[in-house]
């Protein structure tokens, strides 16, 4: 079930490398383009890759709607259960001492 990328076309990304080696893209985008992708919680979820070649204009990155769905996790005001310290798991059997060896 392969879908058809979604390209943001109305925008400028450009990488600028620093001497230090450090790195940053300048990047802008039409809004008008972002309002046609906004999902029903007001997010626009794009990916940014880099291009193989700079292009005429300079760009360096594209840019493409993200297809990625967040499975729906319950909505709960506490924050996710973590698994018991050490001290408070049961035990498990060390197998040298159990009994039911077959041999």
């Excluded at 879908?3 to 600028?16: H, M, P, T």
């Excluded at 080696?21 to 309002?35: M, P």
Aim: with cysteine; glycine share 4%.
């Amino acid at each position: 079930m392969s879908q058809d990328r979604v390209y943001i076309n109305q925008c400028s990304l450009r990488e600028k490398t620093f001497d230090n080696g450090g790195s940053l893209i300048n990047a802008a985008f039409k809004v008008s383009e972002l309002q046609e992708h906004v999902d029903e919680n007001g997010w626009v979820n794009i990916v940014i890759a880099k291009r193989r070649e700079v292009s005429e204009k300079g760009a360096t990155h594209y840019a493409y709607k993200s297809e990625y769905q967040r499975q729906n996790a319950p909505q709960s005001s506490q924050p996710p259960q973590m698994s018991p310290e050490p001290s408070q798991q049961e035990p498990t059997p060390n197998p040298i001492e159990d009994d039911d060896l077959p041999f």
